[in-house]
């Protein structure tokens, strides 16, 4: 079709479309699927957003109120309206007080199952196999650490040569600033006897 511009032209694309749209909405409706967006954004993250970022849900101003302190967490606040992007860009993730608090769990959350992937000492897979990488990579690097050793000396050695040439010319900046303020003087003073001899 994209070669034959004739066809492109004539294909009925608003029909075409309009029945996709269509097709779209009916599976859309059949679809038992719900979810739960706030501003795109999934509540769970909102509801994270409203337990670390005290400003949110601060009187006067905040967005949302808490109404329960249970679990999930997520049933312990109630929003009054949706708020709007830019506007809780500036009036609270720019403004000078904006303060994140450390996530801390509950007891409840700490001895859930789907809770145990964010506890430290459990590692989970991501975790092993990064360290299995870095086992790797230290196995290699044992044989290229004399090679890494010298090239230190000689990186150091380089460093000490630059900074000897930045104090040399830094010296030979402030000599000629010198020479300049004492020509500058004698320049002056050589003016001043001349228009004195003038008189």
Request: glycine share 2%; with cysteine; hydrophobic share 30%.
């Amino acid at each position: 079709m994209i070669d034959d511009e004739e066809t492109l032209i004539n294909f009925p694309w608003g029909r075409l479309s309009s029945n996709l749209t269509v097709e779209y909405m009916r599976k859309a409706a059949e679809d038992l699927t719900v979810n739960f967006s706030l501003q795109g954004f999934p509540h769970i993250l909102v509801c994270w957003a409203l337990e670390i970022i005290p400003k949110l849900s601060k009187s006067p101003n905040g967005i949302a109120t808490r109404i329960e302190h249970r679990s999930p967490r997520i049933i312990n606040w109630k929003l009054e309206q949706q708020p709007v992007w830019t506007y809780l860009q500036w009036n609270y993730f720019k403004s000078s007080d904006f303060t994140v608090i450390p996530f801390t769990p509950t007891s409840d959350e700490l001895i859930s199952p789907n809770f145990q992937f964010f506890l430290n000492d459990a590692p989970n897979e991501v975790e092993k196999e990064r360290s299995e990488e870095t086992e790797d990579e230290n196995d290699k690097g044992d044989e290229e650490e004399t090679v890494n050793d010298e090239t230190k000396k000689s990186l150091r050695k380089e460093i000490q040569e630059v900074k000897k040439d930045l104090e040399s010319l830094k010296n030979t900046v402030e000599n000629g600033k010198n020479e300049a303020t004492q020509n500058r003087v004698l320049t002056r003073k050589a003016s001043q006897l001349a228009a004195s001899d003038e008189k």
